[in-house]
């Protein structure tokens, strides 16, 4: 075990020399190259499907020879709907790629389609190849320094972090009906945005109206923006046992069954699998749980240096929370003010674990005294009444800490926190003091 655990250290240390934005590349490859085939393949279909069922048509609108040149090589002609398809496709996903790097507003990107749709079609179908090129090295690369680091410190994928989970704490069967029936549910959300997708090809492929077919796309990003909200909503059950209940056993087995399939592991939601296992004070298993998660965008970016700030700070290491701090400052996060404040709100958190390590207790107990009066869920109070009990308890406000570690004992649950919030009362009590005075 303490071979597996050097090995395992050794992998994470090598993991965090990589750039953040150059992961963030690499990870978006594996989505725009499936994207771009499924387009070529949809538009050939769809090319194929209208040539044969408006023959006539064509007859009369083409020269004959033109006709003639179609008709026998169909393949061809199949293969340039395709690529006209992937050329949308491929258009969307870099102007995507775009905004979300250099933070640029998708109004752009509108007003672009309105008055220049055939020459961004274009463009995007002479890049298409490219985009290829890269997105199949970008894989490669990827593949290659997880697989040269995996194999050369011993370490397993999805499989063996279940098993070291199983090994440390408890797979709750109870939840498996729960996580199930969530999993089919955002299945159908994704097949809704499949159908979607191939819809909106169809309108911007058949409808040479440039109005209709800008009001097609905007349709279209109202109703995918409606589809991930309710896609985001279906994982609310699993979330709500963490969030609500507080019992980040039930909520690690939910997600355990939710990422089973056919008795093969796919690991999902691993930010809220890690969330988890930092509430079992499991940091060191959160921390691999992390290790592949897919930082696709800024926002996943953030999520995930703001857990790592909170796995560091239970393991100790100042240098890694000022690791985190930099990374999460680097970050470009959209999203105008609403963004703003997110990151605001994270970097105060990471700062924060800093000065708890310092000793900055004063400035650490506003912190968390401001954050119960704003926590929405459950866990959330429970965390910061936890710290305010156990700085007090370091300043020798007994009776402050007792009342704050009586809060973490009824709202708890499962988490932590309550079995520590015991220890420290049962130490107050041995101490014979009076921790009801005042």
Known sequence: MCRLMQRLLAFRLELLKRSSEDSMRKYRCKTHLL?????????????AIFFFTNTETYLQILPADVYKFISENI???????????????NIILIAQMLMSLYNLNPFIFIILIMFAAEPLVILGIV????????????????????????????FSQDEELVRMYKLHHKLDENVKSLAENCRKNVNKMTYLYIL????????????????????????????????????????????????DKCD????????????????KVKLKSQTLFAQCLIYLDDPQLAQ???????????????????????????????DG????KEEAQKIQLGFGQTGVMIQNEELASIQNKIDLMNGEFSTCKKYYLDSLNKARFTFQQVDSCYYIALISFVEQDYPLANMYFDRVINLGNKMCYVSKAKHYQS????????????
């Open 35 to 47: 994207s771009l085939l499924g387009a070529f393949i949809v538009g050939c279909v769809v090319t």
């Open 427 to 438: 130490k107050m009590e041995n101490m014979n003091l009076d921790i009801n005075e005042g």
């Open 288 to 318: 691999d749980i992390l290790i592949n998660y897919p930082r696709k965008d800024a926002a996943s970016s953030l999520s995930y240096w703001s857990l790592m700030a909170n796995i560091y700070y239970l393991m100790k290491d100042e």
């Open 75 to 89: 393949w061809l002609t199949c293969a340039a709907g395709g690529l006209s398809f992937a050329g949308v496709i």
């Open 196 to 243: 979607g997708i191939v819809a909106l090809f169809c309108v911007l492929f058949f409808i040479q109206n440039i109005m209709i077919a800008t009001l097609a796309f905007l349709f279209y990003m109202f109703l995918f923006n409606i589809l991930l909200r309710y896609r985001a909503s279906c994982l609310i059950p699993i979330t709500s046992l963490l969030y």
């Open 321 to 324: 929370l000022n690791r985190c």
């Open 127 to 154: 890049l298409v190849v490219p985009a290829i090129i890269v997105c199949i090295y970008g894989m490669i690369s990827l593949n290659k320094e997880r697989g040269k680091e995996m194999k050369a410190h011993n």
């Open 248 to 263: 980040p056993e039930a909520c690690a087995s939910a997600v355990i069954y939710y990422s089973t399939k056919n008795g």
